[in-house]
């Protein structure tokens, strides 16, 4: 019952505030929100024994992307200054777009997922675990994707370098 | 026979001589090889016919021959066109006709046509021409005819043409052309059924004894009639228009715009006639296969004779004249054809053609030849500017006279003794036709008479002249007329010989519907009657036109409703134009050439700019906003993935 | 190397040439040696075909060569030649040997006139040495591209909209065309490309011949000048310069008939007799609406390009009479037609070259200053309206005979109708003879005029004595055709 | 009533992580095609990826428990998800340098 | 754990290596040596390019996560070639620009890119896939964004950013449904499971797809594509429009045979309508283009329309088509953008009046360009008509009739664009066409290069044959 109730608690939070997120006049509020949002996030993650994903979500996002949000948020606005309103009639068809989209892929994903509400008992994931998955080379095994997302922050770091410098 | 070929080859060479060297010779060298080469093809001529009617008879039944044939195109394995040279009693006939009057044309043209420009190609397309004539008469099957059909219709062309720096000249040519042309295309359609149903174009087989050619056309029938009729008459189409038989005569009178030699060689002697000609070809399957489209030939030609004598009666052209006359004479000779019948007594029709083809065509040159020489001497084609030129003009003036006698039907001239047949052979067919025919003859005596006094009587010419004071002084001949020079009086007097004893060939015995001979035997009831006719009609001349007088004018002014329909050639001229321009240019070109330009190309045009249009409609898609894009972007996924999953 | 891809090669040679030459003196020596090859070789083709047919070989095609070239398609280069294509080629050859010296004076930039002229003229023969489906296609479009910077660059009046039009209409039809051929190939069972085989396997299904041979006719039949697919014609033709005029209708335009007739006809024997109808029809208009499109025109160009689609109507016309006479004859006609509205182009270019107009309406009496070139201008209209001992003669003669030995009322009724286009080109071809050569001359500019000079003496009298010899002496000609189109109406009547 | 108690006793459905997930996903598009500033563009954009990341959690917890996929593709997720953040606002800072804006509106100078 | 077997990823590994060396030489070479940073990369990459081009024997790395095939040799070798050329026409413009400090950056983007191309050709796993499609586009985002005191580059960077970002968020979407309906991300699992038609799986595909359609830039996926190429340094651009679309058509055919072949009732009328809509719009909008970098991005849309013929027909034939195709483009397109560039370069003109009387003054390079957009038009003797001819016919071999009918009534509007150009670089007269235009040794190189395959490619049937050899390697 504690899981249910946790797991509506974080639902509406993330729910409110992905909708809040996006609808705020205040930018630097409208960051807010996607924190908590991404900390609602973090605490399914958590909900569903994930703890190590929890850990990463709470470091990289809340902990890296946000700061970065912040700065940039800091660098181009004043804080506090309103987002200009848009035309209400692109908000009226972006979101009766949205919610049939969102009616039309929930439809779908209603009528034919499997429905399993029952959590298998998962054993604990020891970090060792954890870290012979990532270095493996086998099956399930994701030591590839590492090094290759590795050259893929390498080649972000250098174009988000030059195209952000000065010079 | 084999020397026949040269007959066809040596004008031919000349042409082909002549019209490459062109302005490298001399004009009169040029003149003098074309004159020789006719020379030498008229002995050749008369050479074949020689042999031709002494040693060709076989049991009183003269043969056809054939020195010379060769497969020029191949069509199936049963159709074929093959050139060769048939020889039989009408053409040979034909050969002597032609390479006389040629000749004698060739001969006079040296003096009449001296100092014109371009005569050397005038001698050339003399020399196509009578290529093409000779080789006509001389096929042995309908396409080779239909072939020399075609290039004797385009040497008329260039010949009407010769001046072609007159727009009337041109005008004319083109009408010529292009109205042979109109039905040459029936004979071409003729000559497609029949072949279709006979599998052979040879004349030999289609005339033949065994008539089981037509076997499998003869249950077919289009729109009610037989196939073989249609063919046939689509035949006779195409030689009406050489014929000039109504309603195509219209371009003959134009035709006159040619120099005058070419006027009595072509449209007078012998292209016109090759329509006769035609039809005596073909006249065992006309007879045998299809008597009704024989006597449909009969009844246009009945009413063409008429047609044209009656506006012969009131034009004041002098060639003009002679070409209605030429028309109506044709017209005679159809006539015959027409109400022929085939063998013994009954083919008289036949023969009395024919013979009156011969005849025709020398007094008929004579005429024109005769009007030649009085236009050179005068430079006008006018009546109206002639008269009493009998005195400067000995020599034509008694050669043109027994011409005109000749074609009034009086005897002892040739036009007698044809014309004579032909009454009696309409008499023996209808008696209404004959009558006809008569009366037409009467009406041939009254306007030839007409124009012989309006040349040659009347008002004396200088007098004339100084009244109207104007023709003369623009020329360098002076103001008095002279006789013509020998090269031109010659052939006027050899020809008129001609007409004075050819009456008396005894033609039946060479040419005939069956080979065989034919004896002729003037039916004295029917001969009385045209004489008497003839005369009165001479004597009504002579009183309105031998003197001038105010009669004509009278006359014209009593029945001036129909004198000017005549005069105006019953306005058939202008029923064409309206065709040719109101409906086939104005109505049917116009519109298509619109049509091609606003509907058809419009449309292929209209891709383009519908492309185009669309392009500038939807451009707003690509407004740079990304959002949009994005939006376009989102709709594009869910309609895709909608569609997909309700279809 | 293959003796008929002579025939390529040289071309390619001569675009070497040019590309090396300097100067106008050496593009031309390039150039006449060039085409003078041609000439010489399909003679010596013609020779050598006629010796091996004498010699009993009754092979379909000879010369044949075969090497693959895309195996995964079935794509050969393959080469062969029978009596039509040899006619083809003696047709091109003598186009190109006279467009050459049409264009000796072609102003500007000569070198890359004569390089694409060249490209044109690979196209043109390869396409009629080929007996592969792919090679084929490819050849004719290589035909068409050259056209646009031809007309383009070197046209005349609206030249670049016509350009255009042209080369999108002839796109247009080669698009139809693609469609076909490949369905031809896949739906024969994808094992060759060889005309020949597929003809032999016949197995294409009735149902697939009924999409593809109206594509693939069609797709031909738009080079073929088939109505309402024609307009591209009179506007090209009027924009085009001299020789690229003449090498288009007189070779180019053949292309579509041939391809119609080979392809078309020939590997869908069934189509081709369920549908012949219906083109039957929109040929039968194509032949006397030219020809009542002429009439009307004012412009020498237009005039002649209608004429072009009134002539290759009948082409397509007879080819769909489907018997041995007809299709002799229309391939007959292709030649007559070639050779003849080669020489009213190269006749009007030059004309236009002197008086700077083609309105008939502003000329007159050309033949008291330029009689050459109105003599000439006079034989070839002669030859446009058929007349005998010229080549339109035996052309339209065969035509006509055959069509109208099909035994069905339908096509004997249709065949008069074609028939009654020769009265209505007499009347367009007499009123511009006695408008412009004839009469009195209009401009008197026009009398300081000088006449043609050597080298369009040389094109011009080379044209002329092919029509003659061709209307002449039509029998060794009928005969090597009609003995070639056997193999092709077996197929169709069998 | 029922279905709204059967709702809460039962355990949480998988269906339940998916309609966070799905809705939190289409906020993000709203917030992609509605929001005037770059940033908040970005925002929208960290939803629809942080969507997905759900899904994959809960799909690899629920139904296939037996191996990590779900779980390491959002690991791998998330890293990637940083460096398009980092990249991205390295453009939007250059964007505000040329053109002192942020605004989505702005960039129309290619258009059509 | 052995790692060796990553030894045999020999193409991902030596352009790593040549990755790797450029970007130390760069940290750390002296400001002489600098100057030999170009020779000495483009000719490290063409050494890399030579080694790999022979195909080797299948092999799996990483428990299939991982999948090489032979045909995957030639994309790549095509793609290297491509890059070679692109990297040729770049010579100059690193050199001049900003002094040439920032050709290191931009060797190191440009191939980082490449390589995720590598990956996600070579991938056999939704997440390897996934990391090599985002490393495919962000560092490409930064390379749009290059010159980036220009503000239409800026622009143009910031459009395809927003654009690939969501683009991939909604693929990755899709994999997340996938992976939920299927269980696995691993492709030789995926076509196990993936039998019967169940809507989820569809739509997740439908997702998944539409993220590769975006790099395609199928319309209605397309629309960022003229504004990104007209924004972005001519050479990015030109790379964008080459090798980018070129790896993205071969992964795509790889995945709908390989992962989504069950699928196949569903994803063909999805190509079929795309395919439609993409070569008919775009052409459409070419027309009316007057900057020719916008013209040449509808062009490029509508090639891509042209290449999923190949695609569509899910055959060996197509693949090899489609690889062949691939390669023409290469050269034609690369030609077409080589003559754009180095006339930007010298005179900044794009526009098409600008063209106008281009043989007078610059016949060579007009002769390329035309050369270039008659192969991209399908005219032979050409190089484009074959492999169009050859996608035309994969296509018809599964008998879709009225699909490359309609393609075909397309390509004579595209010949009518293409003729435009044409006809302002030789018919239309101007008073003051573009000078003389001198181009440096690596652009005539790569020119040359160029119009060799154009006209070579297709005459040569050895390299058509030669690719079908491995005829389908998925």
Redesign the interface.
Known sequence: MAQQIIFYVLAVIITVFSILAVTSKQIIRSATYLLFVLLGTAGLYLLLGYNYLFAVQIAVYAGGIMVLFIFAILLTNKPGENVKTELPIRRIVAGLTSLAGLAFCGHIIYWNVKKISVLTEMADITPQQLGRMMMGTDKYQYLLPFEMISILLLACIVGAIMVARKR | MQYTILILVLPLLSFIFLGLMDSKFKPKTAGLIGTIVLGIITALSYYTAFEYFTMYKVEGVYQKVIPFEMEWLRFTDLLSIKLGILIDAISVMMLVVISTVSFMVNLYSLSYMDGEKGFQRYYAFLSLFTFSMLGLVVATNIFQMYIFWELVGVSSFLLIGFYYSKPSAVAAAKKAFIVTRFADMFFLIGILVLSFYTKTFDFGVLTGENPIVFAAGAGATFMGFSVLSWAMALIFIGGAGKSAMFPLQIWLPDAMEGPTPVSALIHAATMVVAGVFLVARLFPVYYFQTPEVLHGIAYVGAFTALFAAVIACVQTDIKRVLAFSTISQIAFMMVALGVSGYEGHEGTGYMASMFHLFTHAMFKALLFLGAGSVIHAVHSNEMKDMGGLRKYMPITNWTFLIACLAIAGIPPFSGFFSKDEILAASFEFSPLIGWLMTFIAALTAFYMFRLYYNIFWGKDYAVKAAAHGHGHDDHGHGHTPHESPFAMAFPLVFLAAVTCVAGFIPFGEFVSATGADYHIHIDMKVAITSVVVALISISVATIMYRKPSTTPDKLAASFSGLFKAASNRFYIDEVYLFITRKIVFNSISRPIAWFDRHVIDATMDGFANTTQWVSIRIKSFQSGQIQQYAYVFLFGTLLIAALILIF | MNFLSIFVLIPVLMMVGLFASNNRKQLLTVMTIGASLLMIMSATLTYMYLTERAAGNVAEMLFMADTV?????N?HYSVGVDGISVAMLILSSIIVFTGVFASWKIDPLPKEFFLWFSLLSIGVYGFFITTDL?TM???Y??AL?PM??LI??WGTGR??YS???L???L??GS??L??GI??I??SSG?TTMNLLEIAKLHNIPVEMQR?FFPLTFMGFGVLGALF?F???S??GHASAPTAVSMLHAGVLMKLGGYGAFRVAMYLMPEAAHEMAWIFLILTGISVV?GA??A???TDLKYINAYSSVSHCGLVLFAILMMN??ATTGAIMQMLSHGLMTALFFALIGMIYGRTHTRDIRLMG?L??VLPFLGVSYVIAG?AS?????LSG??AE??I???S??HTDTFH?VL??TA??S??IT??YI??VV?KI?????QDKHHEELTDAVWYERVAVSVLIVAIFAMGSA??WI??MI?ESVIPVIGQLIK | MEFLTSFFSGPVPVEAYLAVSLIMFFAGVYGFLTRKSMLMILVSIELMLNAADINFVAFNRYLYPGQFEGFYFTLFTIAIAACETAVAIAIIINIYRNLTSVEVGNLDQMKE | MDYSSFLQMREEFSLLGVMIFLLIFDIFATENARKYFQPLALVLFAAHTLLNIIPRDAFEVAGGMFQYVPMQTYIKSVLNVGTFLVLLQAHKYLNDFDKGIKKGEFYFLILSTLLGMYLMISSGNFLLFFIGLETASIPMAALVAFDKNNRRAAEAGAKYMFSAVFASSISLFGISLIYGSCGTVYFSDLALIMTNANPLQIMAFVFFVVGLFFKISLVPFHLWTPDVYEGAQTNVTSYLSVISKGSAVFVLFTLLVKVFGNLVEQWQPILWVVTVVSITVANVFAVRQKNLKRFLAFSSISQAGYILLAIISGTALGMTSLVYYVLVYVFSNLAAFGVLSVIEQQSGKVQLDDYNGLYQTNPRLSFVMMLALFSLAGIPPFAGFFSKFFVFSAAIDQGFYVLVFIALLNTIISLYYYLLVIKAMFLTKSENPIELVASDGAMKLSLVICTLGIMVIGLFSAIYNQIAVFGFGI
């Open positions: 070239w895309y195996a995964p398609f794509i792919f296609f490819m050849y479009e290589i591209i646009y910077l383009g660059i030249k670049e350009a255009m039009k080369t999108l209409m796109m247009g698009a139809l693609l469609v490949l369905g190939y896949f994808a999409y309402p024609h307009t591209w009179p506007d609406y009542f499109g009439i009307h025109q041995e006479t009496g033949m008291k002669m309206l058929g007349l005998p001992s003669f035996v003669m065969t006509f005979v055959g109208f030995q004997r065949t008069i028939v009654s020769i009265v007499a009347v007499l009123k006695g050569i004839f009469g009195p001359i039509p029998f009928s005969s009609g």
